[in-house]
């Protein structure tokens, strides 16, 4: 099994889309090769057909799209643990993929894009600045000063996950699943890209958090936080 | 089984909460007793301990809070169709609940609190203005030339189940399940109680929202939309 996903400097995997399928992978007790790409070779994944990562190559099989990544080894593996626990698993957790890709990725991008572009190769980053900035209509020189209420913003729509997290200690349930590791591949995101904090202490979103980094023997954890200048 | 419910004037069944017990009790196939309470009616419903609607009792067993009565549902009555799926679809649907309270119902309370207020009898109505008044901090008079800026804030907040509902028929997949009628409770309490149009036409959240008024032999578009003037 081989992982076609971003790298940055220092060997980071830092993106969020690739730890959907990493936590995935590591649930259905599947070892996997970690083959970088950078978002600028566009060469290296061509073989998928198409311009995104992650992409994993299982044997002959090419599966592009972290949803649909998930949905594959669901299928391809119904002996392993359950990503979604059968139909209506599965369709709830499309619509908390919808809700974490709309209502919560984009205000924690705003909050960290100056330091993504940091912590790539100048292609990549250019790349990535060019998007942030046609993304939220303002220069990367600007983003830093939003920091703070990009963070607040986050914070606050994430209030149903901390309401859910009262009486149960993971998404799915008694233990984490897929639909636990969309929303956990946002914190990962940051805490690998961001020297600022994504939470609050003492936030239960927080405690969750951390447990999930210590899920499917520390894969999350073994992952350095944030650390060094960058670029 | 029985089931207490709020009641407005003409018998209007207009409880969201209500909504997600109804669609509950007719996806496992059981007939119940609606027995309507007022909301100042306080010694209505003291046998079942404390002081809210919706409250089912089943025989000898009394279940308050609708997320609740889901759950007692889905123990009780193991060989009806499911409302959760399992394991996995329970915990996600409690964050789809936590969702819809925390992220949809407010904007649509404040869109639509002019207009519940007409609806019920004059205890009910007073107790409702001042919890309005009170939640969003400010007069009853204001409300409506907010009405429209609310239901766009609304219809925006959707946008995750409308990019799910391009995937899937319904929020837990093929066919509908608790999670759906958590939502459908929304717009079914707008239908009832308003004569805005909750959704712009042509919007996809609006399909499935008649399948589901159409699902378990029309139960909910049994229930009249708004008419009349009201009190």
């Not at 198409?50 to 599966?63: N, S």
């Not at 996950?161 to 946002?186: E, H, K, W």
Request: glycine share 10%; charged share 20%.
């Amino acid at each position: 099994m081989k992982l076609y996903e971003l790298e940055g400097l220092a060997g980071r995997h830092y993106s969020s889309f690739s730890w959907r399928t990493r936590m995935a992978l590591a649930h259905k007790g599947i070892a996997f090769e970690s083959c970088p790409v950078r978002i600028s070779d566009k060469a290296a994944i061509a073989f998928s057909g198409q311009g995104k990562v992650p992409i994993i190559q299982d044997g002959e099989t090419v599966v592009s799209d972290s949803w649909k990544i998930a949905e594959y080894l669901e299928k391809q593996y119904p002996d392993a643990p359950s990503l979604f626990g059968g139909a209506i698993g599965m369709g709830t957790s499309r619509l908390i993929n919808a809700w974490t890709d709309r209502q919560l990725l984009g205000t924690l991008a705003a909050a960290i894009a100056p330091e993504i572009v940091q912590i790539v190769d100048e292609g990549d980053s250019a790349h990535l600045a060019a998007g942030f900035e046609k993304g939220f209509g303002k220069p990367m020189a600007e983003f830093k000063a939003g920091q703070e209420a990009s963070l607040k913003r986050f914070r606050q729509a994430l209030d149903p996950l901390r309401a859910t997290l009262r009486n149960q200690p993971f998404i799915c349930g008694a233990a984490p699943a897929y639909a636990d590791y969309i929303v956990f591949s946002l914190l990962q995101w940051a805490r690998i890209v961001s020297f600022a904090p994504a939470l609050e202490e003492g936030d239960a979103v927080g405690a969750w958090f951390e447990r999930l980094l210590d899920a499917h023997g520390g894969l999350g954890r073994s992952e350095p936080a944030r650390t060094g200048a960058g670029r």
